[in-house]
């Protein structure tokens, strides 16, 4: 995956919004998969770990052919695995005619490199398997951009290991030494790239804020999803929305945010938003590169835990979003936890706090909205407005915003006692009456 999207960037193969163009292949990629179970992780965590790579590379279009995996204190800094499993691969790799072999870590530029050599085929860590299912599932301007940028930033410091083979070029007529070597320009590409991209997302960050300053210029409380990549938020958001929202029972279906207004028991308006989903050891350049993404579940008033009460590593994949909102600096917003997929059954694992539902049959969702009213109404504060009878727009809004507890007309105008945050009574103060 590295040389040819080295290749695509050298050659600028790319589209209006920058990203690098590759043609699909029909024919799946025969990968073994491998990885290694350190000192003091526990078994059941390990094999979670490997399987859940083994859905990846399925989703990223490759076919697992063969497991193995090794038991030990460290990694080895060479090549990350011992010698004598390297060998055990390379004849496998022989044997089963395997196109890449994908292990379940983080390599160095080093351990990739020396790898590569002795299977004598294409190595992927988790990352690079991450990044390229990343890189199909990206479809807006944004998406496609931040995608390039971790592609380049992982792919940098392995440039050595693509371009050693080449000799340097040749100097001009009056220039001192031989010039630059091959690496060095492919280097300096790399470093043009990366500026360029960074330039062209602090644009559409802007224009993001523009949009989001408008959507807060009418105030409506946001809800986003977050949860473990296919935990159904999707089959959620598009049961409550409509949306049409993509829906696989793959990882990282759904890449790029959307926002759509939904309307709650008491017929209050809201604003639910679909994000990315996490994963355990989540790449930290694709947080780095995402962090404009989760800008959405950053300005939210509120989130939305999406379990799968299916999957017997339901407590696991709790912890690992839960660790991702920390390093997000988002574990202070109120928030709801639904245990999705009733129909399919329980785990096993159930803290008592959260709401059973099924966002496929949408038993348990009117649970949901009345949670998503009562958190709201916690957070409201009671104020009394009188409004004229010119204002019915403001009347309408407060019905929209807030909950509205009485209201009473007279010869002047409309008396309106009403639950509502203090950013709204804030709004219409000019209309506040006061004890």
Same mark, same amino acid.
């Given at each position: ?56 590379? #399925?989703?990223? /279009?490759?076919?697992?052919?063969? &497991? !193995?995996?090794? *038991? $030990? +204190? ?6 990350? =695995? ?88 040749? #100097?001009?007529? /009056?220039?001192?030494?031989?010039? &630059? !070597?091959?690496? *060095? $320009? +492919? ?6 790239? =990366? ?241």
């Amino acid at each position: 995956m590295n040389k040819l999207l080295y290749n695509a960037v050298a050659r600028k193969e790319i589209n209006t919004t920058g990203f690098a163009l590759t043609k699909p292949s029909l024919k799946k990629e025969r990968v073994v998969l491998t990885g290694i179970r350190r000192d003091g992780q526990s078994r059941s965590d390990f094999e979670s770990s490997l399987q859940e790579l083994k859905r990846l590379v #399925g989703t990223a /279009g490759g076919e697992v052919i063969a &497991e !193995t995996s090794q *038991e $030990v +204190d460290c990694p080895n800094p060479k090549t990350f =695995i011992g010698k004598g499993k390297v060998e055990e691969i390379s004849e496998q790799v022989r044997f089963l005619n395997a196109d890449s072999v994908a292990l379940d870590d983080e390599l160095s530029p080093t351990q990739n490199q020396n790898l590569e050599q002795a299977f004598g085929v294409k190595v992927l860590d988790r990352t690079a398997v991450i990044l390229d299912i990343f890189a199909k599932r990206a479809h807006t301007k944004e998406g496609r951009l931040q995608v390039e940028l971790a592609q380049l930033k992982y792919m940098a410091p392995r440039l050595k290991g693509l371009w050693s083979h080449f000799s340097k070029q040749s #100097g001009g007529i /009056g220039t001192k030494g031989p010039g &630059e !070597t091959q690496l *060095e $320009v +492919d280097r300096r590409r790399v470093r043009e790239r =990366i500026a360029l991209l960074k330039s062209r997302l602090k644009d559409v960050e802007t224009h993001r804020t523009i949009h989001r300053l408008k959507r807060e210029a009418v105030p409506l409380p946001l809800f986003s999803l977050v949860g473990y990549t296919n935990a159904g938020k999707s089959t959620l958001f598009n049961a409550l929305t409509r949306a049409g929202v993509l829906v696989e029972d793959k990882l990282f279906a759904t890449l790029d945010p959307t926002v759509r207004k939904i309307r709650l028991p008491s017929g209050r308006i809201v604003l639910l938003a679909d994000t990315v989903g996490f994963i355990r050891k989540l790449p930290h350049t694709l947080v780095e590169a995402f962090k404009a993404t989760f800008e959405e579940v950053a300005h939210s008033d509120a989130l939305i835990h999406v379990v799968d009460m299916s999957d017997p590593e339901a407590l696991q994949q709790m912890q690992t979003v839960e660790q991702v909102l920390l390093e997000l600096d988002l574990t202070s917003k109120p928030g709801i936890t639904l245990f999705n997929k009733k129909d399919q059954g329980f785990s096993g694992f159930n803290n008592g706090s959260g709401i059973p539902i099924s966002a496929l049959t949408g038993e348990g969702l009117p649970h949901m909205l009345d949670a998503m009213d009562n958190l709201l109404r916690q957070r409201a504060q009671r104020a009394n407005f009188f409004l004229p009878h010119t204002r019915g727009d403001i009347l309408a809004s407060l019905y929209t915003m807030g909950h509205v507890l009485q209201i009473s007309h007279d010869g002047e105008g409309t008396f309106v006692e009403c639950e509502i945050e203090s950013k709204f009574i804030q709004k219409y103060q000019n209309f506040l009456v006061t004890a």
